[in-house]
């Protein structure tokens, strides 16, 4: 007999809570947060797509030093049946000339489908005839049982530990002191209960599914702890085993503690998102303890003292009510003693140390001056195919100059020059060396020991700004052009020896040059070409590397590009933002107010007929061999439609040239309303291209007075829906 053609459904299949927990020696904290995530989004989306779950199933990730873990509610002990659809073969070859099923066909679903008897009538019920590309072709539709739970949790979890977006594994040794395996820490226990239950048969990196688990490694009031089911998880953690297993709900109660230490402490904390994330991956029971250090170390600069406190020890340093730093700080702990003057003390010995390493840095550091340290650059390669910081610093220093001559004459030249010979000196310093992140911002404390004038030393500073997108820009017009000259050496440099990114890559960071860049021209409202700063910093590499006119095309394209993304953050809309781009204004400090321009253009009601129009006349003159140009005709202007807009245009360009010329943006697109009533006309009347070869010149040469006039301030055409 074959197989049963009817299946009845399960008589139960309740669901219930499923908990899945890899024990783990202590997890990279930096990878914590998105390894739990992606763990739980994987396991969740794996059974769902076995039909394991239920349409109302919810997921819960845990993420812990030591722990990462899910919970989802409905799932299915068997998953519920689905729908499965075979192709078997044409219609052709299925069904015979008489209409009949051929014997070809009941062989193949025989085989197919896994029928051994005679094709029946509820069978033949399940064969479809669908057209499936270049041919009809026949189905057989049928419901595939589901699987146990098991087998699917088995599949989904190995799939997911494979998945994980693990940078670097760790292959370890088992228990059994033979085999090995591989995971982002070694994994010491296992955990799958589905309701009360151990899922069975569940093994994965040589541990087998138990309901035990591990509390905190010294506090916990019971280890190991039992699981009574699911959904007793979270809660018998933090009762039993002093862990919060949730990363949100860690997070936030050392949120709440920090602000209540704060407060208690009549003092401001310094918010750090980065940190407070990292701290909540180090502890499973946390508590917020403060600490305190000699008022001596606040005589090194702050900046110092707060970087060593949050690098090194994971501090929260506190500032005063005017945002200076005190000497007192606090601690996250990962456990609540009934005293806790030895976690303080000790943190605070620790901290010590740290510090009265800075303060000697600081102290070293200041025994030489800036100016004295220039010369050591020489010895410090920048890049092997652009030579040394030496060798760069004499760069910057010549486009600063430029720079500075074309903003602001010798007036401003001067310290911007002065400022660029001394923007790299502080690599040399200790402190630097310790903590590169403090580049710039030590130096210009060391220009200020050294008696410098305030602007130099800001501008030691600001050139690297803006390091991150939404930061600062340079403070001073010396700052500026110092800024402008570092991110110009480097985009060109690098644009000459052809190292561009590439994909997600960009090792030198030219992505945030360029939108620096455009940032502090715009920001700022420089009135310089991007052509013009381009040619300059060509000019001073003076043939050094590779940079002929595809470069200088090429990193042109590459900045516009980067600012049409930061101005997609401004609410404006990508056509408005083509629009204005793809004139490629010559001087950027000129793109607010055309983008003001063009969203007011935008909301006329001529506007969409216009944009329209004039994207027939670019694809028509795009068309056009050899171009359309030279003056109009007017004698052979004959019919009435373009003898009218040759009118209307006469009108119309000059008031819209000078209102562009005058920088009047919106006053200049609004002029172009009154062009809507004689093109809809010209183009519902005059054929372009006649026959007659001077009548189509002359009408060309009309649409292309046309097209300048309508798209001085921005490319209209791109407004075109």
Aim: glycine content about 6%.
């Amino acid at each position: 007999m074959g197989r049963a053609v009817e299946r009845e459904d399960h008589v139960s299949n309740a669901t219930r809570s499923l908990l899945v927990e890899l024990l783990v020696e202590e997890l990279p904290p930096k990878s914590l947060n998105q390894l739990g995530s992606s763990f739980g989004m994987l396991m969740f989306e794996g059974l769902q797509k076995l039909y394991s779950l239920d349409a109302d199933a919810r997921l819960t990730t845990f993420a812990s030093p030591r722990r990462l873990a899910a919970h989802i509610t409905e799932v299915f002990e068997v998953a519920v049946q689905k729908p499965q659809k075979v192709r078997l073969m044409p219609v052709s070859v299925g069904i015979g000339v008489d209409g009949e099923y051929t014997q070809a066909f009941r062989k193949k679903l025989q085989q197919t489908c896994g029928y051994s008897d005679e094709v029946s009538r509820v069978l033949m019920e399940r064969i479809s005839r669908e057209f499936d590309g270049k041919m009809e072709f026949l189905f057989h539709t049928d419901v595939a049982p589901g699987l146990p739970l098991a087998v699917n949790l088995q599949q989904v979890l190995h799939a997911s530990i494979t998945r994980l977006p693990i940078a670097k594994v760790m292959t370890y040794q088992l228990a059994d002191g033979w085999s090995n395996a591989s995971f982002v820490r070694p994994v010491r226990g296992l955990v799958a209960l589905h309701g009360a239950e151990i899922v069975p048969m569940m093994e994965v990196l040589g541990l087998t599914a138990k309901n035990e688990t591990q509390g905190h490694r010294f506090e916990a009031d019971v280890n190991p702890i039992v699981l009574r089911d699911a959904d007793s998880y979270a809660q018998q953690l933090e009762t039993e085993g002093a862990v919060i297993a949730s990363f949100a709900a860690r997070r936030a109660e050392i949120a709440r503690q920090l602000a209540a230490a704060t407060a208690k402490e009549n003092l401001k904390l310094i918010e750090d998102d980065a940190l407070l994330d990292e701290v909540t991956a180090l502890v499973e029971r946390p508590n917020v303890l403060a600490g305190k250090f000699d008022a001596a170390f606040l005589e090194v600069p702050q900046e110092c003292l707060i970087l060593t406190m949050k690098a090194n020890q994971k501090h929260f340093p506190l500032l005063d009510e005017n945002g200076k730093l005190t000497n007192r700080f606090l601690i996250v702990s990962n456990s609540c003693p009934p005293d806790a003057s030895q976690i303080i003390g000790g943190n605070e010995r620790v901290l010590r140390s740290r510090l009265a390493d800075a303060k000697f840095f600081f102290d070293q550091d200041r025994k030489k001056t800036l100016y004295s340290r220039v010369a050591g650059l020489d010895k410090v390669v920048y890049h092997n195919k652009l030579g040394t910081q030496a060798e760069r610093v004499e760069r910057i220093w010549a486009i600063a100059q430029a720079l500075g001559l074309r903003l602001g004459g010798n007036v401003l030249a001067a310290p911007a020059g002065e400022a660029a010979m001394l923007s790299k000196a502080d690599l040399l310093t200790h402190m630097v060396g310790e903590f590169p992140e403090l580049q710039g911002i030590m130096g210009r404390y060391y220009a200020k020991h050294d008696g410098l004038p305030d602007d130099i030393a800001l501008a030691i500073e600001d050139h690297y700004r803006p390091r991150f997108a939404g930061d600062k820009l340079p403070r001073t017009m010396t700052g500026v052009c110092v800024a402008l000259a570092d991110k110009m050496e480097t985009l060109t440099g690098m644009f000459g020896i052809g190292q561009t990114p590439t994909g997600d890559k960009d090792p030198f960071a030219l992505r945030r040059h360029a939108l620096g860049v455009t940032r502090i021209l715009i920001e700022k409202k420089l009135k310089i070409s991007l052509e013009e700063m381009i040619g300059i910093s060509k000019e001073i590499f003076d043939n050094k590397v590779n940079f002929g006119d595809a470069e200088s095309c090429q990193l042109l394209t590459f900045i516009y590009e980067r600012m049409s993304s930061h101005l997609r953050e401004q609410n404006y809309s990508p056509q408005q933002i083509e629009a204005v781009v793809a004139k490629r204004p010559q001087f950027l400090n000129e793109i607010p107010q055309r983008l003001a321009a063009i969203r007011l253009f935008s909301a006329l009601p001529e506007a969409e007929s216009l944009a329209t129009a004039n994207k027939r006349v670019s694809n028509i003159l795009k068309k056009t061999e050899g171009g359309a140009g030279g003056p109009v005709n007017v004698e052979l202007l004959q019919e009435p439609a373009e003898q009218a807009l040759h009118a209307v245009l006469a009108i119309v360009t000059p008031k819209a040239d000078a209102a562009f010329k005058l920088g009047e943006f919106s006053l200049a697109l609004r002029e172009l309303a009154a062009l809507k009533t004689h093109v809809d006309a010209f183009f519902d009347n005059v054929m372009v291209n006649t026959e007659d070869a001077a009548l189509r010149a002359n009408r060309l040469a009309l649409l292309a007075q046309l097209q300048q006039v309508m798209n001085r301030v921005a490319d209209i055409s791109k407004l075109a829906t």
